[in-house]
């Protein structure tokens, strides 16, 4: 089925563009790991505080933060409330799902916009300490608004397929239905324990 193709290679894309945003923070991580370490060294030991080790660390961050969310989209890690969707039906659980993606895509792409007016406002500036342009950590914003557009694009996409198909490649999205039941069993097995001893006759 066509259908199917395309929703396997966008799962094949997201699954690419994961892998590349993980070496890419795992390569920020240890930048800042570095800079923190010997920031700490050089103040507390050696007494001579290197003042480039925290904007360094600071810029880092900025790139980081928005690139490790875009991961945690695609994996379903963030924080959900679940169990408030729980008397729904599963059809209705999807598309309340898909309308959160929906509206968190809009306002990103208002973010980005800001933050790609952010870079003029930047032009000509410089850090305090290690003369970086303040456009390259500025970027960042934009680069990680970006990246969370596409990994939510990616949850939509996958979505509408597979109502057509009926097969979800999303992992976020295999691993909410699988929260779900477990969810409910959980909660159909406490109801189950609440409920009185039937005596014997």
């Known amino acids: 089925m ?72 695609r994996r379903g890690s963030h924080f959900t409330f679940q169990w408030a969707l729980m008397p729904l039906s599963s059809g209705m659980q999807k598309l309340i799902r898909q309308i959160g993606n929906v509206l968190i895509i809009a306002f990103l792409i208002l973010f980005a916009k800001l933050s790609f007016g952010f870079l003029d406002v930047m032009e000509g500036q410089t850090s305090f300490v290690t003369e970086i342009d303040m456009r390259i950590p500025a970027a960042g ?17 996958d979505a509408v397929i597979a109502y057509f198909t009926e097969k979800p490649f999303s992992l976020r999205e295999l691993q909410e239905i699988e929260n779900m039941n477990t969810l409910k069993s959980g909660a159909h097995s406490v109801q189950t324990a609440a409920l009185p001893a039937v005596p014997a006759e």
């Open 2 to 73: 066509p259908l199917l193709s395309l929703a396997r290679n966008l799962s094949r894309f997201g699954a690419f563009l994961e892998i590349a945003l993980l070496v890419i923070c795992a390569g920020l991580l240890s930048v800042m790991f570095f800079c923190v370490f010997t920031g700490v060294i050089v103040r507390y030991v050696l007494l001579v505080p290197w003042a480039w080790t925290e904007e360094i660390a600071r810029y880092c961050l900025v790139w980081f933060a928005p690139m490790a969310a875009a991961i945690g989209v």
């Open 141 to 157: 914003l934009l680069v990680g608004y970006s990246m969370l557009i596409v990994m939510h694009g990616l949850e939509v996409a």
